[in-house]
């Protein structure tokens, strides 16, 4: 599907493509566009290139498909099979931190092996999105050198496939998963210990995702704490956390930066996107975001966390 | 009680004093020192001299009064009553956001008319503890003209003495509560929306103790967000939000500087002695705390927060 020339800043996302149906308190969206590696994508796109991996049914709305192209989402990777596209339904409870499965299909994602166009080899930062751990290090396998590799992971695989997610860890030096899996993983309810943990198993970064009250980055013996931005309202929370890494890993692969302030930078990046996703439902807030829109929330992050600065004690 | 000559900066606060028994999941400290005045003006005191209102039994430990006199608190406002001090047994769940009372006596504290030391009545920084407003709102009327006071309230207030709180809250600038009592006190469970909600009731700047999430304040249309540090091992969290309060009342009455840039330094010393108590049971870990652990405490929080920092993009 497509195609696009080789640019040195590309970033590679594998994960989930889907049609959702989301319930919140405020409404309902019926059969929108979800999935991990789709709200990834889009977040990371407004940094840099980005080419998808994965899999759609032969009823995913054409109009998504070119409105990923027009934003620089290369989609050579992602195959249209017979079928439905992967589907999900849930339920978000007045806190919104909370949420029910209504259902899932899997549907084309069943059986579905991702396989790399040639041109996709040599992707400088690459992200696993949460499938199974298998399938992310199958991708991993067909990426040649990549600079940065940053994954996620899900309660599913933490339980059910605890195995290959260790072996997967090892050859991962970026993870970006929520509290509950950090809990999962580690066993500690304590988010110091959790990280500890977490990084002897392999990771040598490791980022937090904690919904309202923001990210904790974790690297060697150093801790950062990004605040979530302030929202009155938050009307979908829907991929938030996709969108996270996706402008986390996009602004590191537009810059080339990965040095622990650059890191520090991109995650929040990271969560001013986030910030917008959750304002709408499905992606629909990002389809009319610009850089300037970023450029100024991230302005009012550096305003929402300064103390030391200027009128000396 | 003692005595102590008039400092400009000096810091009035009344609260209970109390005898406390707590059972945490790693053990169990039976009649410590407690009670929200008495953690309060420890942590003031490593800013500023502090002038305790409050009453206590004839029970009450003398070493303690004299340790209190030693740290610069002027005891001349504290009553000693016969009998029992106020006494409360709490345990906390594993989750340490939860915790039950398992026992409280008001005793001396039942009847307890607070009056205020002459010398006292100049002081340009007030807080009053989580007393009745009524109790407040008495302290209140003996100070003369402060520059800055400062509040905290309860649950049982919120809903038992809603009248009187409000009468309160119009003539308290300041108000620091957790993110439990700012859903009570104003019907929003969004931390904006509650905020914005009870700025309408009076107070022109309030912040928003959420423990292990740190810090919201707001005040106009700015919002400020601290982490909490990041610790492996919370011993014991009593006392950590009234720790907080004493530690940005007294670094206001210190510096005499009570701009918007001057708070969000004081909210992060009040959130560095916080993080300190919490290490051990009671005010334990306050006895052998320096300034100089402070201010590299401090240093920790600008490393934790800091992205917008020098290696431009």
Redesign the interface.
Known sequence: MGGRTEQSGALVVVGSVAIDTIETQGGRAAEVLGGAAAYFAVAASFFTPVRMVGVVGDDFPQRDLEWFRSRGIDLAGVEVRPGRTMRWTGRYH??MNVRDTLSFEANVFDGYLPTLPAAYCDAPFVFLGNISPALQGRVLDQIRSPRLVGADTMNFYIEGARAELEALLCRVPLLIINDEEARLLSGE?????AA?KILALGPTSLMIK?G???V?FFSGD??????AY?????FDPTGAGDTFAGGVMGWLAA?G?V?P??I??A??YGSVVASFTVEAFSLERLRTLTRDDIERRYRE???????????P?
């Not at 992050?301 to 009128?311: C, H, P, R």
């Open positions: 007045e806190d309810r304590n988010m110091i210990r500890r904690r309202e009250y923001g904790l150093t801790v950062f704490s990004a605040p302030p929202l009155e309202e938050v810059t930066d040095s302030a650059a520090r930078k995650i929040v992050f550096v305003s929402l966390t300064s103390f030391d600065v200027a009128s004690v």
